[in-house]
């Protein structure tokens, strides 16, 4: 690593630690319901049609927003399962505008048509994301409905044209669609979306124990230089590309493929509020991780005095962590990708110095 970016890391480190400390919330994501109107075959929350999930009701979804705004004031994201197809949808986002609330969504575009999209924009979101998952074969594989790549093209059409401010479209790439990527990306660009993320799948919910959706340590690699390649490139057409938030990566390659160098910022400066009230940090990870339930916790109690081992990470340094040297940058990389029984992340991309990724 040059001296430059040793330093650029050090301080880094530095940072992360003070925001650690700190653990200013500053995301909440608001999962109101678990139903959907797809039934993906990667599916991280396993959601369905008909959720047996005993879901919070559409006033209480009011009164968290209503607390959480008045004492952290956080982003707030809306998402699912589906967001739309939750019967208060309308009445919830309307209520962030009241209060004057910052917010986005996360949707599959199924049920984003103009008038939608205008009611929206008129109750004042600042961030959408929907997923594209490469060529129309590519998506309807992992989609599972003869529609979804018209209508996720049609809504992504709607988004470009508007006035939002964070158009951002998210892939999942599995072996199929890992050499779709260039045609995809001028798909986005002919479209005005301004922001591409690139998610590998991880062994949870509907993947779990589907190999063939999973990226193997080569492609992974291949994945990630072809972020490296490409990024400026895109970049200069409107389109600012990155690798997902999932995993660490040495630092030097790291910054040439994120906007942000690795940092698992769930339960830190992130938290989420489950259907069924389950209060965690990414809404990715399992129920190890889960820290108290909003319909009996104090959730400031529960933010100030849990989320221990989201802050704490040593508790992480074993199996083939304990020796790595990218510990101290690394600390056992993000937390969707462990359990509590693991030894090891469901995925390295460092295996131990094994080999080297890619520069």
């Keep these: 690593m040059s001296i430059v970016n040793l330093v650029k890391s050090k301080l880094y480190n530095i940072y992360k630690d003070f925001e650690t400390t700190e653990h200013k919330l500053i995301y909440v994501f608001l999962e109101i319901t678990r139903k959907c109107n797809l039934s993906c075959t990667h599916c991280g929350s396993d959601c369905s049609k008909d959720s047996s999930m005993n879901e919070m009701t559409t006033e209480s979804w009011l009164s968290i927003i209503d607390y959480l705004n008045y004492i952290y004031k956080p982003f707030f994201v809306i998402t699912g399962g589906e967001p739309l197809v939750h019967e208060g949808f309308s009445i919830i986002v309307n209520h962030l505008k009241q209060k004057n609330a910052r917010w986005g969504m996360v949707t599959n575009g199924m049920l984003l048509h103009q008038n939608k999209l205008d009611e929206l924009i008129h109750n004042n979101i600042e961030s959408i994301t929907v997923s594209l998952d ?13 529609q979804s790549w018209f209508k996720v093209n049609k809504a992504i059409e709607l988004i470009g044209k508007s006035k939002i401010i964070h158009k951002d479209v998210v892939t999942c790439v599995y072996p199929s669609n890992l050499d779709k990527l260039n045609e995809t990306a001028e798909l986005l660009i002919n479209n005005g979306i301004t ?16 190999p063939e959706l999973y990226l193997d340590f080569n492609q992974s690699q291949l994945l990630i230089q072809w ?21 660490y990566i040495p630092f030097e390659l790291d910054i040439k493929v994120r906007n942000e160098p690795f ?6 400066n992130i938290a989420s509020i489950l259907a069924d009230g389950t ?36 508790w992480l ?27 090891g992340p469901h995925f390295c991309y460092v295996k131990n110095n094994e080999r080297p990724l890619l520069v």
């Design 134 to 146: 490469g060529d129309e074969k590519s998506h309807l594989y992992l989609r599972k409905h003869p």
């Design 227 to 247: 972020i490296a390649d490409n990024r400026d490139r895109l970049e200069l057409k409107g389109l600012k590309i990155s690798f997902s938030c999932e995993g």
């Design 195 to 210: 922001s591409w993320r690139l998610f590998r799948i991880f062994p949870k919910g509907s993947a779990k124990n589907k």
């Design 317 to 343: 340094k074993t199996g083939e962590c304990m020796n790595c040297s990218h510990w101290k940058n690394c600390q056992g990389s993000s937390i969707h990708l462990r359990d509590k029984l693991s030894k």
């Design 263 to 268: 940092f698992c910022r769930a339960g830190i």
């Design 279 to 314: 209060i965690t940090g990414c809404n990715n990870n399992g129920e190890d991780f889960y820290q108290g339930n909003i319909s009996k916790d104090n959730f400031q109690e529960v933010w100030n005095n849990r989320f221990a081992e989201f802050r704490d990470k040593n």
